[in-house]
T-cell receptor
Framework: KAGVTQTPRYLIKTRGQQVTLSCSPI?????VSWYQQTPGQGLQFLFE???????NKGNFPGRFSGRQFSNSRSEMNVSTLELGDSALYLC?????????????FGPGTRLTVL | AQSVTQLGSHVSVSEGALVLLRCNYS??????LFWYVQYPNQGLQLLLK??????LVKGINGFEAEFKKSETSFHLTKPSAHMSDAAEYFC????????FGTGTSLTVIP
């Protein structure tokens, strides 16, 4: 079974631009979560989608948004990029039917904001 | 607030020595605890998961962790370090969302 895939793997943008990251979960998984990983803050939860609905949201500004499609693929969008948005963005999928389902992580998208 | 705390951002051990990575959780975190490993330029891989079935949890690659409620700890151990164990390790808990520690970088000295 294929793992979680994220595209693109690397991205360079300038301040003020917007960016869209994509995540394809493991087949059969209905939950997709997004995390931001930085050296200073570690892994921080952005949001979780389950069956096309946002089920949970972390403490990030409204510039960060996401959505999930009927095939469970998910996208994350960041508008008006800031230098501090430079990070590794990780996507994780899980079956989604139980509390604390095991999450399976993708390799991440490395975003650099200049 | 729900949280997990990893003690020691960097740990070095000699090859063949005991690996001990420390994690403490806040008492408000329900008993769902995890250890993940991250190799360079890769995502996180689950090592083991505690869900209150047994206090000693065995994971992959020879790792295990013991849940100690009295100490609010969930330390990760491996009896004998291997060079391939060099990586970043994350302790995580689950409340209504996942919470990750800041990570411990493990160096294995040949």
């Amino acid at each position: 079974k294929a793992g979680v895939t994220q595209t693109p793997r690397y991205l360079i943008k300038t301040r003020g631009q917007q960016v869209t990251l994509s995540c394809s979960p493991i087949s059969g998984h209905r939950s997709v979560s997004w995390y931001q990983q930085t050296p200073g803050q570690g892994l921080q939860f952005l949001f979780e989608y389950f069956s096309e609905t946002q089920r949970n949201k972390g403490n990030f500004p409204g510039r960060f948004s996401g959505r999930q499609f009927s095939n469970s693929r998910s996208e994350m969008n960041v508008s008006t990029l800031e230098l501090g948005d430079s990070a590794l963005y990780l996507c994780a999928s899980s079956i989604g039917g139980a509390v604390a389902d095991t999450q399976y992580f993708g390799p991440g998208t490395r975003l650099t904001v200049l | 607030a729900q949280s997990v705390t990893q003690l020691g951002s960097h740990v070095s051990v000699s090859e063949g020595a005991l690996v001990l990575l420390r994690c403490n959780y806040s008492s408000s975190v329900p008993p769902y605890l995890f250890w993940y490993v991250q190799y360079p330029n890769q995502g996180l891989q689950l090592l083991l998961k505690y869900t209150s079935a047994a206090t000693l949890v065995k994971g992959i690659n020879g790792f295990e962790a013991e849940f100690k409620k009295s100490e609010t700890s969930f330390h990760l151990t491996k009896p004998s370090a291997h060079m391939s164990d060099a990586a970043e390790y994350f302790c995580a808990g689950y409340g209504n969302q996942f919470y990750f520690g800041t990570g411990t970088s493990l160096t294995v000295i040949p």
